[in-house]
């Protein structure tokens, strides 16, 4: 049987090893290394943002100018031309 106990050893050594704190010589490098999943979450959700408003901005908004069929529009002068001409029935403000 192989003999686990000098593996055991080593492992200890690696758990127990002294962390760098000497300060960076590049810190923005080490921040980038550190958090390197939350930048690119963060600039794929960017760039989500900016082609989904791209393709928002190119939609053209629905045509609301036209009457109803059966319905005439006329102009504010041409309403008032017709008030002044008692040519009016009845008048439907929607």
């Known amino acids: 049987m192989e003999n686990k106990s000098g593996r055991r050893w080593k492992l200890e050594g690696l758990w127990h090893r002294r962390q760098d704190t000497t300060p960076s010589r590049f810190p923005v490098a080490t921040f980038f290394r550190e958090h390197k999943q939350t930048f690119l ?44 001409a008692r040519n009016m029935r009845a008048v439907t403000s929607g």
């Open 41 to 84: 979450a963060g600039s794929l959700l960017f760039v989500f943002l900016v082609l989904l408003f791209a393709i928002s901005s190119q939609l053209r908004p629905p045509v609301t100018d036209n009457p109803p069929p059966g319905v005439t529009a006329v102009s504010y002068s041409t309403f008032v031309e017709q008030v002044k």
